[in-house]
């Protein structure tokens, strides 16, 4: 494993989407639900919802990374808010 | 009718997944674990933090690449899937010729990007390549070593060449899957030529058509081997394109940590990207059901 440079913050980094992959499984698995349009006009399920809002705050902390000068934990902070925008409205 | 709901066929999916986490998933981890700490080689790792994606970010040179990039994949869209429709809509429909034309244009698909890249080097040269031979014979001044347009023009055309026969056999594939009633209730209609192909075909080849966008869309974004075999990046940084910048970076300069930077806002923006053209397919053929 020493190959693959492994440090603290990029294993939590992964654990943490590992393991919101296998809550959103079990979820998927325990209540299963049926698709719905959002605001975008797209039918999205919770899956799809995640992967925007990954995806999304990807973005969002390189926008804040580069446009800004301020501590990275506020583009966590905007991409936490954007993500409770995302499982509510799309 | 009582339906079995059992999901164990997913387990034959594990091979694939195992394929899968070693080809790319394990590679794309230690990217980003590369990306945020410094190396002098040896397997020694330094923490660097968040340093790469602020350099990278401020960084004029990928900017200037990234812009080329979609340039360049712009372009190519915009030639080659009109120009496929245009070829698909205008074969025949069938018997020898029709046979005739699919092998025809088969053939550069089957070529490997690296050949791709030497026929055309050597096509495009003044002293000794047809092409370029013919054109500084004609008096147009044509090098594609010295001259940004001619490079560009030669990349450009390259692909057409090379791609604009999937476009085409793809829009054919779905040509060929309307039914003639359809064609026969727009004549008994009047329908202009123009009426039949924007209200029949384009609607029937939409979904074919979207899968051939998204695909030469990432291909063309990713495209490596021939613009480097033909141009290699020049003349300057003409046609630098985001992955032979990311080459130079990370094994021309050993660069591992900015490298790794910019390959995960690379991969980013292809899955952005890809995600919007799967979103906009996946809804087109709901509504079309």
Redesign the interface.
Known sequence: M??????W??AI??LVIASLLVIFTILAIRFPETPRTGVL???TTRGDRL?ITL?GS??LN?AW??WTDLA?WWGLVIALVYAAAVFRWV | MNKTTNQKAWFLVLPVLVLVAFSAVIPLMTVVNYSVQDTFGNNQFFWAGLEWFEEMLASQRMWDALGRQLMFSGIILAIEVPLGIFVALNMPKGGFWASFCLVMMSLPLLIPWNVVGTIWQIFGRVDIGLLGYVLDRIGVNYNYTQDTVAAWITIVVMDVWHWTSLVALLAYAGLKSIPDAFYQAAKIDQASRWKVFRYIELPKMMGVLMIAVLLRFMDSFMIYTEPFVVTGGGPGNATTLLSIDLVKMALGQFDLGPAAAFSIMYFLVILLISWVFYTVMTNLDNRGS
Request: net charge negative; glycine share 10%; hydrophobic share 65%.
């Open positions: 020493a190959w693959m440079a492994w440090t913050p990029t980094f992964f006009g797209i039918e992967f995806l990807a973005f390189l990374l580069g990275q």
